[in-house]
């Protein structure tokens, strides 16, 4: 815990503050002058959190004290105590950057209060600080994971694109990581320090969605209410997600347009307009293009909205950079969910490089948060993973053939793609299917599949 330096001629009254203090829990020490002090205090020095001083001092009254402190550590919260309490020595003690003000004498708990009062805000701004820190790191182009070429390319777009004021339009399908990539353009941007404001479009019907962007004024509508301040206020000097930005209606979108062409908008019932200074990053998993040929999407929205465009591949695509996201979602899962799972088979990891992955990255996610939970070893084994959809899956004609001849189909060809996916390990395959090693040999003859005999 970090002390509290008490300033204060009269020794007495110093060895009081901290017998109080020390029956409170914390820590401190005593000087009996300001020079004494200033010589503790260290620029950058995380010593004393607290510097509790006397004003009227006969070397350095607490007035000099204060500004020597905050010149030299401007972190540390002063306190300044006297038996002159007058509003103007509060008002300018307030202004040379003292955090709080006690007259003496004081009553025992109430120089605990100031304390504790000092303390917890210290907590809070520290807590803040490191959110502030961890979302800075978690939105860093190294937590966008991939090392292939494809990857590579995103890479260098969000390091030319994130420090200007320029729209971004991201496309990808369903699971590639739009959000992310438009959290890491804004956090490494100038804006980071603003809000960053998410908008599902696709979640919202008409009237809402006009609402959620833009607010609306008191008895707009039926169930309005009181005022409600809309996304676009709450973002400003920051940056707007509009997520799946195809699903936005052609009214809403003659709105939106304006807020691009003149940084201006009315909230719903209102004909008052309101400016902001908002970077829009839009998603979506659709073509655009052809919304826009279909007239279903605003042509000058569209350009609008295209400054540039970042087109994020699915996994399918890049599929080399499945190991790096296994262990990554590994570590994380891990992490969160009190594991201690240390790897995958080789075996195992080849399945999901064979794999189509129709949900892309957020599939992957799910497969390897649900294996870490329930794999009963220490590594991932191939029956740790059940996949929706295998890569090898296989169409066969169903029609008029009876269910016994349909299962054998199924069977068959279960059997087979197993095999394939364990390089012709039969043992494994048995293993992944649950069953005997001689009952596979029995199925393979039963199947016919002699070439796997």
Known sequence: MKKILIVDDDKAMGEMCKELLTSRGYTSDIVTSGREAIEKILPNNEIYSIVLTDLAMPDMDGMEVLKKVKQKNSPIDVIV??????????????????????????????????????????????????????????????????????????????????????????????????????????????RKDRPFVKVDCAALAETLLESELFGHEKGAFTGATKDRTGRFRMADRGTIFLDEIGNIPLTVQAKLLRVLQDSEFESVGSDHPIRVDVRIVAATNIN???????????????????????????????????????????????????????????????????????????????????????????????????????????????????????????????????IELMDGDKEKAANALQISRASLYNKLKKHKITELL
């Open 288 to 418: 655009l293009e052809d919304h826009v040929e279909k007239s279903l999407f605003r042509r000058d929205l569209f350009y609008r909205l295209n400054v540039i465009r970042i087109f994020l591949p699915p996994l399918r695509e890049r599929i080399d950079d499945v190991p790096m996201l296994v262990s990554h979602f590994l570590s994380l899962h891990n992490k969160k969910n009190r594991k201690t799972i240390e790897g995958i088979t080789r075996e195992a990891l080849h399945r999901l490089m064979s794999y189509n992955w129709p949900g892309n990255v957020r599939e992957l996610e799910n497969v390897i948060e649900r294996a870490v939970i329930l794999c009963k070893g220490k590594v991932i084994e191939p029956i740790d993973i059940p996949l929706y959809q295998e890569k090898t899956s296989f169409q066969q004609d169903f029609s008029g053939k009876p269910l016994h001849v349909l299962m054998d189909q199924v069977e068959h060809q279960i059997i087979v793609n197993t």
């Open 81 to 190: 105590m006297t038996s002159y309490g007058t509003v103007t020595n509060a008002v300018e003690a307030m202004k040379l950057g003292a955090t709080d003000y006690i007259t003496k004498p004081f009553k025992r708990d109430e120089l605990v209060i100031v304390i504790e009062k000092i303390l917890r805000m210290q907590r809070l701004e520290g807590e803040v600080d490191r959110l502030r820190s961890e979302l800075g790191e978690k939105y860093t182009f190294g937590n966008i994971i991939g090392e292939s070429s494809k990857m590579k390319k995103i890479y260098d777009i969000i390091s030319n694109v994130s420090n200007t004021e320029a729209n971004i339009l991201i496309q990808g399908e369903t699971g590639t990581g739009k959000e992310l990539v438009a959290m890491a353009i804004h956090y490494n941007s100038a």
